[in-house]
C-alpha cells in the first residue's frame, strides 16, 4: 500500500506541473475575462498538488493497519484518500468547461480527501493510545 500511495503521489504532481502547461497553452478562458472560468481552473489545478502531496505524505508515513476497529477506520481512509486522486483529475478536466457554480466532481473529491484525513487522524490516535504503556 505504501508504494501505491508514494507512485500515486508521485503521478499526481507530474500531472499538476503537465497541467500547468496545458493551461498555459491550450485553455483560452485563462487569459480571456471569464473570471469564474479562470477561477475554476487555477483552483482545480492546485486541489492537484494538494492531492499529489497528501497521497505522498500518506504513502511515506504509512504503516500496516491494526486487526481491531481501527485498521478497518484506516483502510476505510485510505480509500477515500486514494480514490480523491482520480476524482481531482476528473474534475480539474470537467468541472471548469461548464461553466456553472456546481463543481460537483470537486466536491466529490474534497469530501473524500476531508473525510479520509479525518479517519486517518482518528486511526493515528487510537493506535497512539494503544502504543502508551
Known amino acids: 500500500m505504501q508504494k501505491i500511495f508514494i507512485l500515486s503521489g508521485v503521478t499526481l504532481l507530474l ?5 500547468g502547461q496545458y493551461m498555459r497553452d491550450f485553455v483560452p478562458t485563462l487569459t480571456g475575462q471569464d473570471a469564474f472560468a479562470r477561477m475554476a481552473w487555477r483552483a482545480n489545478h492546485i486541489y492537484l498538488m494538494f492531492a499529489g502531496l497528501l497521497h505522498l505524505f500518506v504513502g511515506l508515513y504509512w504503516s500496516a493497519p491494526d486487526s481491531g476497529w481501527s485498521g478497518w477506520v484506516k483502510r476505510v ?3 477515500l484518500v486514494f480514490i480523491a ?3 481531482l483529475v476528473y474534475a480539474w ?7 456553472g457554480y456546481e463543481r460537483i ?6 469530501f473524500a480527501v476531508f473525510g479520509g484525513g479525518l479517519l486517518l487522524a482518528v486511526a493515528r490516535v487510537k493506535e497512539l493510545k494503544d ?3
Not at 500531472?15 to 497541467?19: A, P
Open 15 to 19: 500531472v499538476f506541473i503537465l497541467g
Open 77 to 79: 481512509a485510505s480509500l
Open 85 to 87: 486522486g482520480p476524482l
Open 93 to 99: 478536466l470537467n468541472d471548469p468547461s461548464h461553466g
Open 105 to 110: 466532481w470537486t466536491a466529490f473529491g474534497l
Open 131 to 133: 502504543a502508551r504503556p
